[in-house]
T-cell receptor
Framework: EPEVTQTPSHQVTQMGQEVILRCVPI?????FYWYRQILGQKVEFLVS????????KSEIFDDQFSVERPDGSNFTLKIRSTKLEDSAMYFC????????????FGQGTRLTVV | AQTVTQSQPEMSVQEAETVTLSCTYDTSESDYYLFWYKQPPSRQMILVIRQEAYKQQNATENRFSVNFQKAAKSFSLKISDSQLGDAAMYFC???????????????FGKGTHLIIQP
């Protein structure tokens, strides 16, 4: 099964600016996830999204983060006011079914906050 | 909260030889999933192998196999006949089998950097 596609592959933004990271899924995918990996560190779960609602979120996913899936197409992660420490790789992932176990990852978006 | 520990920051192996990467985890659950993911320099996360905790048989995928010891909460990855393309970061990950919301995230270890020497 194909992984999801993420855009852009790399984004540079000024501190304090808003960024939107996009994930383009296959239409029958139900569960979506965002993960973050700060350079040299482990991958951390941010949020899961099912049936157009947040299913679970980690303590990292604070008020500056939001997710949505407008008109059932792209799945987006918005960071409202970026900080230097938001610089990281952001991965979108999906599982195909309710009982799906494997998470298949996109290629990631490298976010650099300057 | 679940934790995943990979105690080997870096491992090195000669091409064509066998290497084992260690992973331990802590959970109070009896049913869960365990995974190994590979992250090459491109930084994409690639699923290598998975194991259901209720299965006693160790999972195998070609040259990759696991040694799952449920009582010891250990989940090691063995790579046989190592190839240059196996060079990457390897992450062990855990996921609960059941959750109220139906979509729990993965908990990852810090990773092991595998070097293949030609």
């Amino acid at each position: 099964e194909p992984e999801v596609t993420q855009t852009p592959s790399h984004q540079v933004t000024q501190m304090g600016q808003e960024v939107i990271l996009r994930c383009v899924p296959i239409s029958n995918h139900l569960y979506f996830y965002w993960y973050r990996q700060i350079l040299g560190q482990k991958v951390e779960f941010l949020v899961s999204f099912y049936n157009n609602e947040i299913s679970e979120k980690s303590e990292i996913f604070d008020d500056q983060f939001s997710v949505e899936r407008p008109d059932g197409s792209n799945f987006t992660l918005k960071i409202r006011s970026t900080k230097l420490e938001d610089s990281a790789m952001y991965f979108c992932a999906r599982t195909a079914t309710e009982k799906g176990t494997e998470a298949f990852f996109g290629q990631g978006t490298r976010l650099t906050v300057v | 909260a679940q934790t995943v520990t990979q105690s080997q920051p870096e491992m090195s192996v000669q091409e064509a030889e066998t290497v084992t990467l260690s992973c331990t985890y802590d959970t109070s659950e009896s049913d869960y999933y365990l995974f190994w993911y590979k992250q090459p320099p491109s930084r994409q996360m690639i699923l290598v192998i998975r194991q259901e905790a209720y299965k006693q048989q160790n999972a195998t995928e070609n040259r990759f196999s696991v040694n799952f010891q449920k009582a010891a909460k250990s989940f090691s990855l063995k790579i046989s006949d190592s190839q240059l393309g196996d060079a990457a970061m390897y992450f062990c990950a855990y996921r609960e089998m059941y959750s109220g919301g139906g979509a729990d995230g993965l908990t990852f270890g810090k990773g092991t950097h595998l070097i293949i020497q030609p």
